[in-house]
Each structure stands twice: as C-alpha cells, then as structure tokens.
C-alpha cells in the first residue's frame, strides 16, 4: 500500500475502503449506462465545461 | 477516421490571446501558423463552417454535436459576434442534431454582458487558471508581463454570483504545492477539475526533468489524489482519476492523456482551415495543418486528404517501447505530443512514463485491482457488444 500523506490522519485512513467501495461502484455504474465500445468518439482534454464534457 | 466518422469541433474564433503565458502550446512553442491569420474569425467564415458541419451531421448521422469556443482567447471576438454565433449554430445546426456550446476562457474579460450571454445562449463554461495568485502568476501573464489571477477570479466571481457552473483547466506546476493549488480551486467553488500534463516531448523535457527529479507530475498528482480520496467529496469531478480509474475497471479513456483513445474533433482557426490534434502544435512548426478550408471542402474529405491526421484521430499505433508494459493497453503510450520527438516522431513512450506507472499504480492500489482484473473486466464490457454512444452528455 502506498503511504497516505503525511497529515492524513488515522480516522481518514478508516474510511478507506468505504471510499474504495464508493469510488468502484461510480465507476461501475458509468460503464454501465456508457458501455465500453472501442471507437467511442470523445472531445478534447483542451476543454473543461461542466455538466457537459466533464465526467 | 472514416469518412462518415461523427464529429466535434474546436471553432478558433480568434488567433490571439489578450494573456502570453510562458508554456502555451500555441504561442510559445514550436507553431507559429497563428501569425498568418486573422485575429479574429469572420462572419462569412463562422458561417461557411456551419454549412459543413450541418453537411458532416447529416452525412455521420450523429444525434450530438459539439462546438467549443477556443482561441487563442475566444471572449476577443465581443459578446456581440459571440452571441449572433451561438445563435448561428443553433439555428443552422438544430434540426440535424442536438446542439452542445461550450467555450474555454482564461476568464480576465467576463463581465455581466458576456455572463448573461453566456446564459442566454446555454454555453457550458471552462476557466483557465494553474492556483493561488504567486502560482499562476508566474507564469500566467499578459503581454507587459501582468499576472493575470485577479481578472480570473474577478470573472470567477461573477460566475458564482450569477450560478453558473464552471470547470477549471489547469496545467501541472511541477515543484509547485499540489495541495495548496487543489484547495484553493475547490474554495473558488468548481466542482470540476482538470489537472493537464505539461506540453512538451522529448527535445524540450531536459531542463524541466534535471530540476524537479523523474516524476514531477506523480509527485503532484498523488497527495491530489490523497486529498480527493480523503478529504473531498468524490463528488468533485477530477477528469485524470476519473479516466485512471475508467480504464483501471476496464472501460475507454475518454481523456487524450491515456489510452490512445480515437480523437473525433477537428480543429476550425479564424481563416477556416481545418487543423488536427491541437497540441501538436507543441512538436514542430505546422504539423498541425491539413491543408483544407471550411470555404472549399467538407470534413469528410480528412479522411482522404490528410492521412497523417486521419490516422491520429484513430489513435496512432502504441509506441515500440510500451509493447511489454503492463499498462500498455491503459495508459497506451500517454498523450501524442509527449510521445513526440524530432528523431523518432512519435515512437517513443511518453516523456511522463515515469509519471504515469506512478499514477495507475497508486489508484490501483487504492481501488484494489490488480492488473488480471483489469483484463477481466475489459473482456467482459467488449463481449458485452453494447450499441457505441456518440457523446458523453450528463
């Protein structure tokens, strides 16, 4: 396991695979309604719109 | 990219910017195309490029298309023309596919007239800044050498007052505290944050290599990660994890940054001509260029006529040295432009490699899951044969 930082304290290292879980499950779920096919046409890093090309 | 590719375009509507700052991939670096064109996109052009776009929509069948205001600086053109384009786009645009506008701003020149055009016209908005005021300052200034953090946040300010949403794009300031800058965009009130990796390749990553050690980026990278982990809500969006850990589970990359993923937007500058991949700018003066003009050809015709573009915005084939890296498929090689050197081209690992292992093995362990995982799961979402999707829209 990587090392948490520094000011990480011992109750947030608790939390951690809660937030593993939490994280997995988004992750999941946006696979889910954005199925993995290779060729999915995408925009570019140059941009940072929320609610639109931000995921 | 075939013919009939669905496609998003960066629309230059101007080819200057009122800011110079040090490491721009347009001003300051290889390209210097930008001086040969007009500052500022024409309304016969803006309208000759609708007229092509509304021809690829109907030709691509695509239910999305997305126009970006980009520059240079794209608030240069006034909130007047700006208004009359979105207007433009959606009317000449509308009945062929839904209509996304979004603009990326350095954010100095938003006042409450171009605020409420923003509004009035539904344009998604992103702000440039890299941090705190010393921070972006130093290297985010004007042309008398101005910092320019006061604008940006007076801008910012006048977003949040009115409620509209903003993303932040930064680029990564290695040696900078990555806390520090990552604190302070989430009190400036974005819950969208882009960290890019810095512009350069092989021929210019010396001198910044020999000052911040083998893994700059990593090195700010990762107590980010920590605090979002820790300490933030994972509800604000960091569009780099995110995409480490979509490709971690097994999915595509939506980011240039990893994944080599296939890159359906065209370029359009303030003369019409149609350029790629933008941050090629930063390998050689030009490389950008596809020799074609919205005032005379269709983007179908970059297929044809540009094969070099074609075949990077389908990915370009996974660098010699990554074909026995673990990550080979997730990481793929990193971004074009940091592949890029002027003796190999584009046949060489990322100049942030290092970097990159660093990342996805800290997520991985931080989402525990191992490399066997990750084809699994990659296996399982392919074999699932889903319909593709044309464009993310939340």
């Not at chain 2, 608030?75 to 207007?87: D, I, K």
């Not at chain 2, 990359?253 to 991949?277: A, K, W, Y």
């Not at chain 2, 673990?326 to 046949?347: I, K, V, W």
């Amino acid at each position: 396991m990587p090392s948490p930082r520094p000011d990480t304290t011992i109750e947030e290292r608790a939390e951690a695979p809660r937030v593993r879980d939490q994280l997995r499950a988004r992750l999941e779920d946006e696979l889910a309604r954005q199925p993995d096919v290779p060729g999915v046409p995408m925009f570019t890093d140059l941009l940072i719109a929320q609610g639109t090309f931000a995921s | 990219m075939r013919s009939e590719s669905g496609l998003n375009y960066i629309v230059k509507v101007a080819s200057r910017c009122n800011l110079n700052c040090s490491y721009c991939y347009v001003y300051n670096q290889g390209d210097t195309s930008w001086r040969g064109r007009p500052s500022l996109m024409s309304r016969e052009t803006f309208t000759a490029m609708l007229g092509r776009i509304r021809r690829h929509c109907v030709r691509s069948g695509q239910e999305t298309v997305a126009l970006a205001f980009h520059g240079g600086e794209p608030t240069l053109v006034g909130p007047a023309r700006f208004a009359w384009m979105c207007a433009a786009a959606r009317e000449e645009l509308g009945d062929v596919a839904e209509v996304i506008l979004a603009i990326q701003t350095n954010g100095t020149r938003l006042d409450h007239e171009w605020v409420s055009v923003l509004r009035e016209h539904g344009v998604q908005i992103g702000v440039s800044l890299d941090g705190p005021q010393e921070i972006n300052d130093s290297a985010r200034v004007d042309h008398k050498g101005q910092g320019s953090y006061a604008a940006v946040v007076r801008g910012i300010a006048l977003l949040r007052e009115e409620g509209m949403p903003f993303g932040i794009l930064s680029v990564v300031r290695p040696g900078a505290d990555p806390l520090l800058i990552h604190r302070h965009f989430l009190e400036l009130g974005s819950t969208s944050i882009s960290y890019l990796l810095p512009a350069d390749t092989h021929d210019t990553i010396g001198g910044l290599r020999s000052e911040f050690g083998p893994t700059p980026c990593a090195d700010f990278l990762i107590p980010i990660f920590d605090d979002w982990w820790f300490n933030s809500s994972l509800d604000v969006s960091i569009r780099e994890f995110w995409n480490l850990g979509l490709v971690i589970m097994g999915g595509s990359s939506r980011l240039e940054m990893i994944g080599n993923p296939p890159l359906h937007f065209v370029c359009v500058e303030t003369d019409g001509s149609m350029q790629g991949l933008d941050k090629l700018r930063a390998c050689e003066d030009g490389m950008t260029g596809m020799e074609l003009n919205v005032h005379d050809a269709d983007f179908a015709e970059i297929a044809q006529a540009s094969p070099f573009h074609a075949a990077v915005m389908d990915g370009l084939p996974l660098p010699s040295g990554c074909q026995a890296c673990p990550e080979r498929e997730t990481c793929a090689g990193g971004h074009l432009s940091n592949r890029y050197s002027s003796a190999n081209g584009f046949d060489n690992p990322s100049i942030w490699c290092l970097d990159l292992l660093a990342l996805f093995a800290h997520v991985r362990t931080r989402l525990g899951v191992t490399h066997e995982e990750t084809e699994r799961r990659r296996s399982a979402l392919r074999q699932a044969g889903a319909p593709p999707v044309t464009l993310q829209v939340s």
